[in-house]
């Protein structure tokens, strides 16, 4: 027992016993009081704190199994899709890998909301039961809120952009991004910051609310531009025949066939310069294979223009490479 406390025992009538007084500074309470306390506002206190966590349990197990639900559909869509869904998928930015860590984050976003949500009202209501006057305390709260909402301006800007750019789904793990001070590839996104690496290696932590514009080279489709000189005298029936039966070929080859959504097409004569005639194809493809695709149809253009005794453009006054295609 403290120091100052002292134990009394208080009469309660003839031939009654005595009950033990506890008087703290002046306060006296009595056992009946204590039990009474208990029976009432006690239980409605720990009444309070039970509701309280089987909210937070309930509703937290309500997000998880949201959130599991979305990530299975999305794997589930994905895996039924044949080429045209899985192009389609990449297009939308459905990819697996890609719902699940944004679902998983809007999902651990709104976990912590609940639990703050329904922790703060469960404070409340308890300091109401145990008596404390609300008043002060809520406008002390209010205007130490103020206070660190000015100091700490930049922190709620950084999570209301990350909160945004979640649920408009700007960009996800694995997208190669520019915004503006760095262009890489996203390696992990959070609500405060965005982490990323350039093509150097160096790895970029950007703020959320300091991007002002996002490029997202990953997202949508990305197209795979070949441009085939060949010489003018040439019949461009002929090349363009030539190039069309290596696009539908490509189209089908299976190494290929995830990366593009459909076979690549042949534009006809783009451009007619001097001796050079210049045949464009055109291929849309997944995000981000843009390049591998221009490449390996380069490469077989060239190939078959070379079988058929295609004529490579005339060489400049300054030389170039003994014939072939440049």
């Known amino acids: 027992m403290p120091v100052g406390d002292v134990l009394s025992v208080v009469p309660r009538g003839a031939g009654l016993p005595a009950l033990p007084t506890l008087s703290l500074k002046g306060v006296t309470l009595t056992l009946e009081q204590v039990q009474e306390w208990l029976l009432t506002d006690g239980l409605r206190v720990l009444l309070t704190i039970v509701m309280a966590v089987v909210a937070v349990w309930a509703l937290r197990r309500l997000i998880d199994r949201v959130v599991a639900t979305m990530t299975s559909k999305s794997a589930r869509r994905l895996a039924e899709s044949g080429r045209a869904g899985k192009a389609l998928a990449n297009a939308a930015g459905l990819a697996t890998e890609r719902q699940r860590q944004r679902v998983e984050t809007i999902g651990s976003l709104l976990r912590s909301v609940v639990t703050f949500t329904v922790g703060t009202m469960a404070g409340l209501t308890i300091m109401a039961l145990l008596g404390i006057p609300l008043g002060p305390l809520l406008a002390s709260a209010g205007v130490a809120g103020v206070a660190i909402g000015f100091g700490a301006q930049s922190l709620v800007k950084d999570f209301l952009a990350g909160i945004f750019m979640i649920l408009e789904d700007q960009y996800g793990v694995g997208d190669v991004i520019d915004t503006g001070e760095a262009v890489g590839t996203v390696e992990e996104v959070t609500l405060r910051i965005t982490r990323l690496r350039d093509a150097d290696g160096v790895t970029w932590y950007v703020r959320n609310g300091e991007i002002i514009r996002i490029g ?61 005639m210049t045949i464009r194809t055109i291929a849309q493809c997944a995000p981000g294979e843009n390049f591998a695709v221009q490449r390996e149809l380069r490469e077989r253009i060239k190939n078959a223009l070379d079988a058929a005794g295609v004529q490579a453009p005339p060489l400049g006054p300054f030389g170039g490479p003994p014939g072939g295609h440049p």
């Open 216 to 276: 997202n080279k990953s997202q949508g489709f990305s197209t795979a531009i070949v441009d085939m000189p060949v010489s003018y005298t040439e019949n461009a029936e002929r090349v363009i025949a030539i190039i069309r039966e290596v696009s539908v070929t490509m189209g089908e080859d299976a190494e290929w066939s995830d990366r593009l959504s459909e076979a690549p097409k042949v534009l006809g004569v783009e451009t007619i310069s001097g001796a050079t």
